[in-house]
Each structure stands twice: as structure tokens, then as C-alpha cells.
């Protein structure tokens, strides 16, 4: 007499396949009745093939679709989407393109919005410059106190007029061309 069966396990809320398991026999029937653990079932579920899953809903086994391992980027957002059993790219209006930076999606793929790009050029060259100009004054103030109170030494005035130079030609960087995206070597360099 056999004491044990296969049977099917299913998750509990979303009803998706997670392997077999097993069932005892009752130790007090004589007859064939087996004790089927809480969410699974007797019925053997279908072979699920790519993009599928096999979903236990309302006493039965169906194949639904599955994207979960696919990475989907929704068209609208450009943000990565985590898809649920039964969701589409066309029902979450996504794609599995993956976006470059500053991606717009148009004409059914992913183009460059020419114009943020530009905005994010931009702000990253403003930051990268105030930043620096910021160190600068900070390595300005102290011979600038020297100076004003006539106690600065020659060499102390030589590297204030190198820090002051460096200052202007930080400050004039967006009157060049190129600007904001200017090479590494277009910024000024700072004094020793």
C-alpha cells in the first residue's frame, strides 16, 4: 500500500506553480484518502514554456503569461518596471529595450531627448565650476587678509595674483565654445 502521493504546490496569493510536494496517507481511513497539505492539489499542473506560468486559480491549472525575468522599462516614465504574473509590455505600456541616458520613447523606440541632455550638461558644468570656484576662494581668503593689512609677504602676493587669475578664467569658462561640455583640459588649472 502506497503512503505516500505527489502533489502540487501553489503559492497562496498568486496562485503560481512552486514544485511538487507531498501527501500522507490518513492513518484513520481504510479507504485511499490523502491528506493534501494547505495550497497544493492532486492535479498536475501543464508544462509551462517560455514566458509562462502555471497558475492554480479556481480549481484548475492555467497558463498565464510571465515577464517577471525580462526587464521592461515603461515608455512614459523610463523607469524599470517589475512585472506580475499575467502582465504584458503592451498592457503596461513598456518595452524591453533598455533606454539609453535621456531617453524619450518615439516612432516605437528609444531617442535622445536632445534637450535634457543639454539641461543636465549644463547643470553638471555650473556645479563643477562653482565648486571649484568656492576652493579657490577659500585658498584666496587668508592672503587676501595678508594683503589688506599690508603684512603679506612677495610671495604671498604672487600666489593671491595666481589665485585671483584662476578665479577669472574659472568664471569666464562659459563664454567659450564647447561650453558646458568642455574637455578636461579646457578648465584652468589650479595653482600649485
Same mark, same amino acid.
Given at each position: 500500500?502506497?503512503?505516500?502521493?505527489?502533489?502540487?504546490?501553489?503559492?497562496?496569493?498568486?496562485?503560481?506553480?512552486?514544485?511538487?510536494?507531498?501527501?500522507?496517507?490518513?492513518?484513520? =481511513?481504510?479507504?485511499?484518502?490523502?491528506?493534501?497539505?494547505?495550497?497544493?492539489?492532486?492535479?498536475?499542473?501543464?508544462?509551462?514554456?517560455?514566458?509562462?506560468?502555471?497558475?492554480?486559480?479556481?480549481?484548475?491549472?492555467?497558463?498565464?503569461?510571465?515577464?517577471?525575468?525580462?526587464?521592461?522599462?515603461?515608455?512614459?516614465?523610463?523607469?524599470?518596471?517589475?512585472?506580475?504574473?499575467?502582465?504584458?509590455?503592451?498592457?503596461?505600456?513598456?518595452?524591453?529595450?533598455?533606454?539609453?541616458?535621456?531617453?524619450?520613447?518615439?516612432?516605437?523606440?528609444?531617442?535622445?531627448?536632445?534637450?535634457?541632455?543639454?539641461?543636465?550638461?549644463?547643470?553638471?558644468?555650473?556645479?563643477?565650476?562653482?565648486?571649484?570656484?568656492?576652493?579657490?576662494?577659500?585658498?584666496?581668503?587668508?592672503?587676501?587678509?595678508?594683503?589688506?593689512?599690508?603684512?603679506?609677504?612677495?610671495?604671498?602676493?604672487?600666489?593671491?595674483?595666481?589665485?585671483?587669475?584662476?578665479?577669472?578664467?574659472?568664471?569666464?569658462?562659459?563664454?567659450?565654445?564647447?561650453?558646458?561640455?568642455?574637455? =578636461?583640459?579646457?578648465?584652468?588649472?589650479?595653482?600649485?
Amino acid at each position: 500500500m502506497q503512503e505516500q502521493k505527489t502533489v502540487y504546490s501553489y503559492h497562496p496569493q498568486t496562485g503560481e506553480y512552486l514544485g511538487p510536494t507531498q501527501a500522507d496517507r490518513s492513518p484513520l =481511513d481504510m479507504e485511499e484518502v490523502w491528506l493534501i497539505p494547505a495550497f497544493a492539489t492532486a492535479q498536475q499542473p501543464p508544462q509551462a514554456g517560455e514566458r509562462q506560468a502555471a497558475v492554480f486559480r479556481d480549481g484548475a491549472w492555467s497558463l498565464q503569461t510571465d515577464w517577471r525575468a525580462v526587464p521592461l522599462w515603461n515608455k512614459r516614465t523610463v523607469r524599470q518596471l517589475m512585472p506580475q504574473i499575467g502582465d504584458t509590455p503592451d498592457s503596461l505600456n513598456a518595452t524591453p529595450l533598455q533606454p539609453p541616458a535621456f531617453a524619450i520613447w518615439k516612432d516605437e523606440a528609444w531617442a535622445v531627448d536632445a534637450a535634457a541632455q543639454q539641461a543636465a550638461q549644463m547643470t553638471a558644468a555650473q556645479q563643477r565650476q562653482q565648486q571649484r570656484l568656492v576652493a579657490a576662494l577659500q585658498q584666496r581668503k587668508p592672503l587676501e587678509d595678508a594683503a589688506e593689512l599690508g603684512i603679506a609677504s612677495a610671495e604671498e602676493q604672487a600666489k593671491l595674483a595666481e589665485w585671483k587669475r584662476y578665479c577669472v578664467e574659472l568664471s569666464r569658462l562659459p563664454q567659450q565654445p564647447g561650453w558646458p561640455q568642455l574637455e =578636461d583640459e579646457a578648465w584652468p588649472k589650479q595653482p600649485a
